[in-house]
């Protein structure tokens, strides 16, 4: 039987190559957007003008698909390090701030700054609040709400970060699936936020919950052990 490490190598080699196909994949994608771009320029006024748009959608559906990919797939370790949850939140709000203005989303945080700094791979765990945050976005019609609150449980010991939202809720088989990858319910959606957010919670030893009441909202429950020794965690397939 195969033994773990000569598996590892070959996970590692395949995620290098899948990584090296996305990047080879990436290059000519862009290079027909760009000159989409232009043609729109030129068919101004003309009847077939209204492929344009068409076609720039399929290719950025296309680029999420590779991108979001290219998270899971690609091979390496990340860099865990002492890390504040508070300032990661901060960042990510920051982020995703502008977006949520334009579409009169009110994101509303409760910050516990006396949660102790854990160790993490901070890009990551960014890479994991902005899925479920977009999510959230998704599901909220104008004036929704966003409610993003960490806590410390110092009895169990883990920090816990929850987004809730007012959306439209998560019905049965919804729950049931989105972990699952490349589910989605939406037209433009690759099904892999969901997938990548919980292989990597997996691997800072943590979990994520929903909780959901259709046409209500959903809280998304992000929990991280506080003491953590782990060497590394990796991403990869
Ligand atoms: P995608 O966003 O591309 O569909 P995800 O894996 O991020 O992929 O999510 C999977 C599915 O989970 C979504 O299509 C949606 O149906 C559901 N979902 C996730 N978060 C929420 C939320 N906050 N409210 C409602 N539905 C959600």
Same mark, same amino acid.
């Given at each position: 039987m195969e033994n773990a490490v000569v598996k590892a190598e070959k996970l590692a080699i395949l995620g290098q190559m899948a990584a090296g196909m996305?990047?080879? &994949?990436?290059n000519p994608l862009t290079a027909v957007g760009c000159?989409?771009?232009?043609?729109h320029k030129c068919l101004k006024g003309n009847p077939k003008e209204e492929y344009i748009p068409i076609?720039?959608?399929e290719l950025n559906h296309a680029n999420r698909l590779i991108s979001e990919f290219l998270q899971f797939a690609k091979p390496g370790y990340s860099r865990p390090g002492r890390c504040s949850i508070v300032e990661i939140i901060k960042d990510v709000v920051?982020?995703?701030?502008?977006?949520?203005?334009?579409?009169?989303?009110? &994101?509303e945080v409760d910050l516990d $700054?006396? &949660?102790?700094?854990i160790i993490v791979d901070s890009g990551q765990l960014?890479? *994991?609040f902005i899925n479920i945050i977009k999510n959230a976005f998704d599901a909220l019609s104008e004036g929704g709400k966003i409610f993003v609150q960490t806590t410390w449980n110092e009895l169990e010991g883990f920090v816990q970060i929850s987004f809730r939202d007012t959306g439209v809720g998560i019905d049965k088989e919804t729950l049931e699936n989105m972990f699952n990858p490349f589910f989605t319910t939406k037209e433009s959606g690759t099904g892999l936020g969901m997938f990548t957010s919980k292989k990597i919670i997996d691997n800072h030893g943590g979990r994520i919950e929903i909780q959901s009441e259709p046409?209500?909202?959903?809280? $998304?429950t992000v929990?991280?052990? *506080?003491e953590q020794q782990h060497a590394y965690t990796r991403t990869g397939i």
């Open positions: 996305v990047h080879e &994949i990436r000159f989409l771009q232009l043609l076609m720039l959608a920051l982020l995703v701030e502008s977006e949520a203005l334009s579409r009169q989303f009110n &994101i $700054v006396n &949660i102790p700094k960014k890479q *994991v046409g209500k909202g959903t809280t $998304v929990l991280l052990p *506080v």
